[in-house]
């Protein structure tokens, strides 16, 4: 497989909302070879440890290129992303983060589909919780917001 490593765009260190906005338009490159890879090093390069989104993400697709299998499609697009860059009580940055995702097939060692996602055409708002630290930005967090009718 010949998928590049996307690279970091020079803004993506910034400490500005442009800043930020590259590196998280970045981080989801990262998350979409990943996905397309396995290969999760560059995407936990930068992003901490803790964040849960990302382990059950790399949990999925591990499981999913289990025994020979493979993803296909699944890609993530920012399509609008806003910030105030104001800090957070613990510090860190909360940025709002529209998506979509194209539909997304897990294959098996033979090349029998084992699981369908439908794509979301319709942009999807999530919450990227991010801090500048020593030159660069890392991503803590990452989740949609879900609205709750109850």
Not at 70 to 93: C, H, M, N, R, Y
Request: net charge negative; proline share 5%; hydrophobic share 35%.
């Amino acid at each position: 497989m010949n998928i590049p490593v996307p690279e970091k765009p020079a803004l993506a260190d910034e400490n500005s909302v442009e800043g930020l906005e590259a590196f998280t338009e970045w981080w989801f490159e990262l998350l979409n070879y990943a996905q397309a890879t396995n290969d999760f090093e560059p995407l936990w390069a930068v992003t901490d440890k803790g964040c849960k989104t990302c382990t059950n993400f790399e949990d999925f697709v591990q499981a999913s290129y289990s025994d020979e299998g493979w993803i296909a499609g699944g890609d993530v697009k920012v399509q609008s992303f806003d910030s105030t860059l104001e800090p957070t009580v613990d510090g860190t940055i909360d940025s709002y983060v529209s998506t979509t995702q194209a539909a997304l097939t897990v294959y098996g060692q033979k090349g029998a589909p084992k699981e369908y996602f439908d794509a979301y055409s319709e942009p999807r708002v999530g919450l990227a919780i991010s801090a500048h630290e020593s030159g660069t930005w890392r991503m803590y967090d990452y989740g949609d917001i879900t609205v709750s009718n109850d």
